[in-house]
């Protein structure tokens, strides 16, 4: 039976580490599935870059202040973007950093 990996990717760290399971126990191994399994790895990464950053400089990510607006939107936006081509079947790198999310990355789903 086919089900869709690549959405649950994006939906929590719980659903990427699911999809991840559900894409090595599955015999069909779709390129887009793995794509995606990198793309959304790639923005956790960046999301707990930015949180550890902040914890050091001692400020709160999630407090609403400009500095934090400005990491916290644009991630949504890739999150977004991200979600969409899953949710299509397409292999759309992330703007900025997506291509280099799949070289980083290159052992997510292998």
Do not use: N
């Not at 086919?2 to 939906?11: D, G, N, Q, S, V």
């Not at 790895?41 to 999301?47: A, K, W």
Request: hydrophobic share 55%; glycine share 6%.
């Amino acid at each position: 039976m086919f089900t869709k990996i690549a959405p649950k990717c994006y939906l929590t760290p719980i659903g990427f580490i699911v999809a991840a399971v559900l894409f090595a126990s599955s015999d069909e191994k779709r390129s887009v599935d793995q794509f995606h399994l990198r793309q959304s790895f790639g923005l956790y990464v960046t999301g707990l870059f930015f949180y550890i950053l902040y914890k050091v400089l001692g400020m709160d990510i999630f407090y609403a202040d400009l500095s934090s607006l400005i990491v916290l939107i644009p991630l949504l936006i890739l999150w977004f973007l991200g979600f969409k081509a899953a949710m299509e079947d397409k292999e759309t790198p992330l703007p900025l950093m997506g291509r280099l999310y799949q070289k980083w990355f290159a052992f997510v789903g292998k």
